[in-house]
């Protein structure tokens, strides 16, 4: 079982700028951020591969957001910039063993594990 931590979340103004962190208690070959805005479904944002190597974004962040992960691969980040009021919602670390393919690496359904999620608010 791979537990996942995540931290970093807050309230920032529009245009600003966070950074999330997600501890995992074990490397994983796949992770990935999802996102959570209430009364909608769960959306992908940003999956990462391997050693951190092979990176994939979510349209509406490409360019703004970075995903990445430390040097030991068991810490994941997400750099947030240029950060607009619809990025508000609460932000997923996920994690599975498996390699993800473009068709999979955005379903939740594929990943195994979870983190107990850190709220983003960005007001304009």
């Known amino acids: 079982e791979v537990q996942l931590v995540e931290s970093g979340g807050g309230s920032v103004p529009a245009g600003g700028s966070l950074r999330l962190s997600c501890a995992a208690s074990?490397?994983?070959?796949?992770m990935a951020w999802f996102r959570q805005a209430p009364e909608k479904e769960r959306e992908w944002v940003a999956a990462?591969?391997?050693?951190?190597?092979?990176?994939y974004y979510a349209d509406p962040v490409k360019d703004r957001f970075t995903i990445s992960r430390d040097v030991t691969n068991t810490t994941l980040y997400l750099h947030m910039n240029s950060l607009k009021p619809e990025d508000t919602a609460m932000y997923y670390c996920?994690?599975?063993?498996?390699?993800?393919?473009?068709?999979?690496?955005?379903?939740?359904?594929?990943?195994?594990?979870w983190g107990q999620g850190t709220q983003v608010t960005v007001f304009s």
């Open positions: 074990a490397y994983t070959w796949t």
């Open positions: 996920a994690a599975t063993q498996r390699r993800l393919g473009s068709a999979s690496r955005g379903d939740p359904e594929e990943y195994g594990y």
């Open positions: 990462l591969s391997a050693v951190g190597l092979l990176t």
